[in-house]
């Protein structure tokens, strides 16, 4: 079992920065692919990034690959998502997700989430 608590959202002005962070618990952080999934109002939940458990293999959505960069410290046993250049459209509440395997970008692979942190973009 694996518990997620994220930190780091809140309400920035376009073109701001943001970085979230995601702590995991357990002694075997290394072992789970992580993931940054995102869901904005009446909109389907999407994948914005993931990892693999070494931090050598990531993800990111096209949407986002040139403004959010995914990275881990397994020995903090954390995950961050950092965000530049925010739009508007970033706005979502974002999610943190464990997936119990080293490597993992199908949502349907990330078992363990937590609650989710708020990211509200102003323009």
């Known amino acids: 079992q694996v518990q997620l608590v994220e930190s780091g959202g809140g309400l920035v002005q376009a073109g701001g920065s943001l970085r979230l962070s995601c702590a995991a618990s357990?002694?075997?952080?290394?072992?789970?692919?992580m993931g940054w999934f995102r869901q904005a109002p009446g909109k389907e939940r999407e994948c914005v990034a993931t990892?693999?458990?070494?931090?050598?293999?990531?993800y990111l959505l096209d949407s986002v690959k040139d403004r959010f960069t995914i990275s881990r410290d397994n020995a903090k046993n954390t995950v961050y998502l950092q965000m530049h250049s925010l739009k508007p459209e970033d706005t979502a509440v974002y999610y943190c997700?464990?997936?119990?395997?080293?490597?993992?970008?199908?949502?349907?692979?990330?078992?363990?989430w937590g609650q989710g942190t708020q990211v509200t973009v102003s323009s």
């Open positions: 357990g002694r075997t952080f290394s072992g789970y692919a």
């Open positions: 990892i693999s458990g070494s931090g050598r293999t990531t």
């Open positions: 997700a464990a997936a119990p395997i080293t490597i993992a970008t199908i949502e349907s692979f990330f078992k363990y």
